[in-house]
């Protein structure tokens, strides 16, 4: 590459190089790379000014690094910029990142700086994350319980803010509980207490009756249907932030078909058929019900004439969040809106 002019080339050479790199760090530079950098870095094409920054950072380029980490706490940046220099920082565990991370906690990189916490054993992280978390929206409060859940000296101090109720325990997902149960044994089951899975398909219609949970017995009832053709027998529901709802889903659909009532996030309904299409032939088992920040709650998978009763707590964000059916392929015409206003 030192001696190729054409810009076109070189970016596409170390966007090849970068790939094969990917999950590196702390790698040897060839010795030829101070020059070649040298002249990249001088390209007027700045796509290869970028890549040959992201190169030399895996290449453990501290001051390369530390000009990142200056476009990362730079609040005028263009925010994709300031994206994939947070994501370089985080890939090469530059030691200088962690103590700036709390400084993003109220920007647009509020997500991505929550998830990079978790790319590092930071005694502070847990403390810094749990004092802004009631300012956080619903997306951001998800990735603070995954990123808290991500490693033990974390997940203690996860632990403690669910005793102390700074967290409530009906914002911990089932697989992220799971997870905890695992890391944490017995001292996470005395506080947190059973986890109530959802069951297979074929234990749909077994279910017992389950005695309310606490803070829903008066809580507002709506019952959505399916109607033939993929349809829910409404496109629009109407929620107040921090309502409490008993969702009743009774699969009507004479096709008979499965289906599933899923409350997710703003935005996000693309995001979630992909992943249900991504679990694959694992999916039928898991109900086709994605674990990721973006789905809320969702019912399983029910069979025609069963019905299944969801309990759910509606953010405090207000917002046009979505119901979707997960199955693959039918979220594509089986949607409606939830609105919380």
């Known amino acids: 590459m030192t001696h190729l002019e054409d810009s076109t080339v070189q970016a596409s050479m170390l966007r090849g190089t970068l790939a094969g790199l990917s999950g590196k760090r702390d790698l040897v530079a060839p010795a030829s790379w101070k020059a070649l950098r040298n002249k990249l870095v001088r390209s007027k094409d700045p796509e290869v000014v970028k890549l040959a920054g992201q190169l030399s950072q895996i290449f453990g380029d501290l001051s390369v690094s530390a000009d990142d980490l200056k476009l990362v706490l730079n609040k005028d940046a263009p925010l994709e910029d300031r994206k994939e220099a947070l994501t370089g920082l985080v890939a090469m565990r530059f030691k200088e990142l962690p103590k700036n991370l709390k400084s993003l906690l109220g920007t647009n990189l509020k997500i991505d700086a929550i998830r990079a916490y978790s790319f590092f054993d930071y005694p502070d992280a847990p403390k810094e994350l749990i004092s802004e978390y009631d300012q956080f929206d619903t997306v951001a409060k998800r990735a603070t319980i995954e990123t808290l859940a991500s490693k033990q000296s974390y997940a203690k101090s996860l632990l403690e803010a669910l005793r102390t109720e700074k967290i409530a325990k009906a914002e911990i997902p089932n697989y992220t509980a799971r997870s905890l149960q695992n890391m944490l044994g017995g ?81 996000s309904r693309q995001t979630v058929m992909d992943a249900a299409v991504r679990m694959g032939a694992a999916g039928l088992k898991k109900n086709f019900i994605p674990e990721i920040p973006e789905l809320l709650a969702s019912t399983p998978q029910v069979a025609q004439g069963m019905k299944y009763t969801l309990y759910f707590s509606v953010p405090d964000e207000p917002g046009d969040y979505h119901f979707i059916c997960t199955y693959p392929g039918h979220g594509l015409v089986m949607q409606g809106t939830f609105a919380v206003q």
């Open 187 to 267: 001292s996470f089951d005395k506080i947190y207490g059973k986890i109530v899975e959802m069951g297979e398909l074929s234990k749909i219609d077994k279910n017992p009756v389950k005695p309310i949970p606490d803070g829903f017995a008066g809580a507002r009832r709506i019952v959505v249907g399916v109607l033939p053709g993929l349809k829910f027998n409404t496109d629009r529901i109407l929620a107040k932030p921090g309502e409490k709802i008993v969702f009743v889903f009774p699969n009507d659909d004479s096709s008979g078909m499965m289906h599933n009532l899923a409350i997710i996030t703003p935005g």
